[in-house]
């Protein structure tokens, strides 16, 4: 996976991430989307309404990147 920096990830607008108010789990590539799919599960401190609203994120970015999802 492409790691971002400190400094790159601080530059990311808010709606770059799965989770924008936490700033978890960026969507800046095919790599970091197959990598928030993985951890979906994993993120704390978020809210139902906050992982519903990810998941959608995750799965625009996922098709944006062509990153094929199945739920489970």
Do not use: C
């Amino acid at each position: 996976m492409s790691e971002l920096g400190e400094k790159q990830r601080d530059k990311l607008e808010d709606d770059k991430f799965a989770f924008p108010e936490q700033r978890k789990e960026p969507l800046e590539n095919a790599s970091h989307v197959r990598n928030a799919i993985a951890r979906f599960n994993q993120v704390e401190g978020v809210s139902d309404d906050d992982r519903d609203a990810a998941w959608k994120r995750i799965k625009s970015a996922a098709k944006k990147y062509d990153v094929e999802v199945n739920e489970k």
